[in-house]
């Protein structure tokens, strides 16, 4: 069978482009993909906007003391994030919380409406991931800066671990520190991706008779799993975020 | 997959519209990414902190109100309701001694009137019996003397019979003599 998957032209039954779904292309026409271009890329992301505009705003818009369904779903987050940045960061990263819960909903309902079949995963592109990562990144560690100046930097100075071990400690520290929006981004777009390719590949493999109810299953098992990962990619990028937060606001462990 | 056309071949796409190596390496598409990404993210975000949160927030706010204010009233009533069981208890145990002494009441007018009663019936009873007594001494005694006279007739016709003679002073006497014996 791996045979037959490496050269799917000559036998013409098999044809895996797994990576095909990733493809951007203008959404309306043809031509080049400028920076400006409308894609389908641009399409879905409009998609999770609608999605998230139904469910906070037109969900909430009757203010029910006793909340509608579609209302308490947005209760529900908004509650599991503010506690979450509370909980985390204390009482004066509550005023960051706006920016927290827009990456939050952003990555769950990209995460989620990816999984609609034929739809686009914008998580799963490096370049969005690696924007929203480094984008945090940038900004916390700016606002670190602007909080407490130079003695942010005693992030990395460990004052009470012994005095020769202290340099050392503090290269790491900066690596690791460094290090956090790559692992971040890879995170995140390498989970969302891998599971797609993953149930394209089992979705190639249905087209074989033989192996297509095994393939099907797979899929569906696949896809549970991806519900899962939707779900806990949005959390772990989130809850990162706020530890980071944290650094920023309390450099002084 | 085949029949795609080739509109969009370029850098990152073959001639079939099949990805060259992976899509997400792309460099000529990250601008494109880069760019609607940071849209979409200002439009959530404004979407997020102007309507959705504040709105979300007065609501939550609003409501652990409502459950504070009824939680209150509740422990309110729940007060209230162990009052009136207090109360309720105070008037039962009222009630009870009061009962008890319109019992005890009760009783002794009952005692009294069944005293006076007995008493009037034991005088009556008394009163009775006396008089019975009497009748049956006035009996007795005319029976007595009903006897002796019988008695006195008889000795005198017997002593007459056998041809004797007595006085009826000496014929008495010895019916007396006996009717004592």
């Known amino acids: ?26 959404a309306f026409g ?44 947005g209760e529900l987050m908004y509650g599991f994030i503010y506690k979450m940045i509370e909980d985390i960061t204390g009482k004066d990263g509550v005023k960051y919380f706006p920016y927290i819960m827009t990456l939050f909903v952003f990555i769950l309902f990209a995460n989620f409406i990816a999984l609609i079949p034929m739809s686009y995963s914008p998580t799963s592109m490096i370049a969005v991931t690696a924007t929203l990562g480094f984008g945090s990144f940038v900004a916390i560690t700016i606002l670190g800066f602007v909080k407490h100046g130079a003695s942010f930097l005693k992030l990395f100075w460990m004052s009470d671990a012994p005095l020769f071990l202290r340099p050392i400690i503090a290269v790491i520290e900066v690596i690791s520190y460094l290090v956090r929006p790559v692992s971040l981004s890879i995170r995140l777009g390498g989970n969302i991706a891998a599971g797609h390719v993953v149930l394209k590949v089992f979705a190639g493999f249905a087209a074989l008779a033989v192996a297509s109810p095994a393939a099907i299953l797979g899929i569906i098992a696949i896809y549970g799993l991806e519900v899962l990962v939707a779900g806990i990619q949005a959390y772990v990028f989130t809850i990162l975020i706020c530890v980071y937060l944290k650094d920023a606001l309390h450099p002084h462990h | ?141 005319s029976a007595i003397k009903n006897i002796t006279e019988v008695a006195t007739d008889t000795a005198k016709e017997l002593v007459l019979a056998l041809g004797g003679t007595a006085d009826a002073t000496t014929i008495s006497a010895a019916v007396n003599a006996r009717m004592k014996g």
């Open chain 1, 30 to 73: 043809d031509g080049a993909v400028n920076w400006y271009t409308v894609t389908n890329l641009t399409v879905w992301m409009g998609i999770i906007l609608l999605a998230i505009f139904a469910v906070f705003v037109l969900g909430s818009r009757g203010r029910a003391i006793i909340p509608s369904r579609v209302q308490s779903i």
């Open chain 2, 1 to 141: 997959m085949a029949t795609q056309t080739n509109t969009i071949a370029g850098a990152c796409v073959d001639a079939g519209g099949s990805a060259l190596g992976m899509p997400q390496l792309c460099a000529e598409w990250m601008p494109n990414q880069i760019f609607w990404l940071i849209v979409t993210l200002i439009a959530i975000f404004f979407v997020m902190s102007r309507i959705a949160l504040p709105r979300i927030g007065a609501v939550l706010a609003e409501r652990s109100g409502t459950i504070t204010n009824d939680i209150a009233a509740a422990e309110d009533f729940k007060n209230k309701a162990a009052e009136a069981e207090t109360a309720y208890e105070q008037a039962l145990t009222d009630a009870r001694a009061k009962a008890q002494e319109i019992i005890a009441k009760a009783k002794a007018e009952i005692q009294a009137d069944l005293d006076v009663a007995l008493q009037k019936a034991d005088a009556a009873i008394a009163a009775k019996a006396a008089e019975s007594e009497a009748a049956i001494g006035e009996i007795r005694d």
């Open chain 1, 1 to 26: 069978m791996t045979q037959v998957a490496i050269e799917p032209e000559t036998k013409g039954g098999l044809v895996f482009h797994p990576l095909d779904q990733f493809i951007v292309k203008p």
